[in-house]
């Protein structure tokens, strides 16, 4: 077809210990996400150690934005920086360092008002380079992967992720109990950093750069923001589906993200779990998406991400429904309706991952995973404000000042959901587009190109 130009994806197989060793850096990378971030650090950094509770989680709140914004900001960038100059691996490592090095200083955070601006600094940090390593570990998936295979490679990557996170966390618990003293949490960082520097060694021993024989030239960050403007506009121009894929997946991620962001406050304040029942839900939770996640890695190749994308968003629909509609049935509801949940949320997540590796053209894998994340976090405001949107709602139809209306927001994470299944409706199964289309001047930038 005119215009086209060959997929990032291999032609060939990868050997299974190369796909297994790139799958393990998802697996050793998790500990940031599950526990320091969901399970231990932030609810530690949140406690009244730190000061008045309101008070400390609005300044977390605000260093997490600010992460989130500089992550928008640098993502594609950064991404299209290690498309020109090969350097895809250096970077991930790197990064993964500076990544097991922030886990294992939060060991420092000592329980004291005066530690608190240090904390969040290091949650921020750490979130930005997950994000920028994320990237970079994304748009490695075209060494280890075709386009017959995809779906199942992305699907073992993510769901070890999700039982690489759980695994850490009874480790911990096993070594130090389950209820988590101010040492214990310090500890716990040790832990982290030191699981993410030893199970991350094998992406880097089974993948290597592969640097071009003539090196693009250097332009900048003003120069990269041109570029980057410039690929949007060639998507807008030659890749409508691709562009629209990024708008419905930002949407539906953002809706994903809402169900575990949410579940455990969900639990507590309307189904009334005590904190140790919220940990063994998580764990169920992670230990079943883990395990979904990876079958459906190999339904994916076989029906196509697109139909495994909807067929899960259509799911999550109809149980988080339900959860609202029984949720006066008590714990049993929650723990049967929203461990079902936990069955399509990572295949969604992975199936989306495995749809824009088929439609990336080569050398511009950081690029368009760059943008990825930086689509998802321009709406990463959504899931939560409709969740508070929808209790406020929900709390005019509530009969008494005591009756409790947080059952509510559960519907705005369903419309989020819905409005994501709508516009994922639209988006073009990648075998009909099985790449995008490169004009000259952008694939001028290409560093192989001038081989």
């Not at 260093?63 to 350097?87: M, S």
């Not at 169900?259 to 406050?265: R, S």
């Not at 049993?332 to 590796?357: D, E, K, N, T």
């Not at 950081?366 to 689509?375: K, N, Q, R, S, V």
Request: charged fraction near 15%; aromatic fraction near 12%; hydrophobic fraction near 50%.
């Amino acid at each position: 077809m005119p215009g086209l130009t060959p997929g990032a994806l291999s032609a060939t197989e990868a050997p299974r210990s190369r796909v297994i060793s790139w799958a393990l850096w998802d697996w050793g990378t998790q500990p940031f996400a599950t526990v320091i971030t969901t399970f231990v650090f932030s609810v530690y950094l949140t406690s009244s150690a730190f000061g008045p509770k309101d008070e400390v989680t609005m300044k977390l709140a605000w260093a997490t934005g600010l992460a989130g914004l500089l992550i928008a900001l640098l993502a594609p960038v950064l991404g299209q920086g290690a498309d020109r100059t090969g350097k895809r691996m250096f970077h991930l490592r790197w990064q993964t360092w500076v990544l097991a090095a922030i886990c294992a200083a939060m060991y420092f955070v000592a329980p004291a008002p005066e530690y608190f601006l240090l904390g969040a600094a290091l949650l921020g940090a750490g979130n930005v380079i997950s994000e920028i390593a994320n990237v970079n570990y994304y748009a490695a998936i075209d060494q280890v992967s075709t386009p017959r295979n995809v779906g199942r490679v992305s699907g073992l990557g993510w769901g070890l992720g999700y039982l690489g996170g759980i695994a850490i966390l009874l480790l911990i618990i096993a070594v130090r109990g389950s209820e988590f003293g101010p040492d214990d949490v310090r500890v716990a960082m040790l832990f982290c950093g030191a699981w993410t520097l030893v199970f991350t060694v094998p992406i880097f021993v089974a993948l290597k750069d592969r640097r071009p024989d003539h090196v693009a030239p250097k332009i900048g960050i003003l120069g990269s923001y041109r570029e980057l403007f410039r690929s949007i506009k060639w998507l807008a121009r030659t890749a409508p589906n691709t562009l629209f894929f990024y708008i419905a997946a930002a949407l539906f991620r953002d809706g994903l993200a809402g169900v575990f962001t949410f579940g455990g406050v969900l639990a507590a304040g309307t189904f009334g779990f005590a904190f140790s029942e919220v940990v063994m839900f998580g764990v169920a939770a992670n230990v079943i998406a883990g395990v979904a996640t990876i079958g459906f890695g190999l339904i994916d190749d076989r029906i196509g991400p697109k139909t495994v994308i909807l067929t899960s968003l259509v799911s999550l629909i109809a149980l988080g429904t339900a959860i609202f509609i029984f949720h006066d049935g008590g714990k049993p509801v929650f723990w049967a309706l929203g461990l079902a949940m936990c069955i399509f949320v990572g295949p969604a997540q992975s199936a989306s991952r495995s749809f824009l590796a088929r439609l990336i053209p080569e050398g511009h894998s950081g690029e368009m995973f760059g943008l990825y994340a930086t689509t998802g976090r321009a709406v990463s405001f959504l899931a939560p404000t409709m969740f508070g949107v929808a209790i406020a709602v929900g709390a005019t139809f509530t009969d008494s000042a005591e009756e409790s209306a947080q059952h509510w927001g559960i519907l705005g994470i369903v419309l989020v959901l819905a409005v994501g299944f709508v516009f994922a409706l639209f988006v073009k199964d990648p075998s009909k587009h099985p790449v995008v289309a490169v004009p000259p001047e952008v694939r001028s930038m290409d560093p192989r190109r001038h081989q």
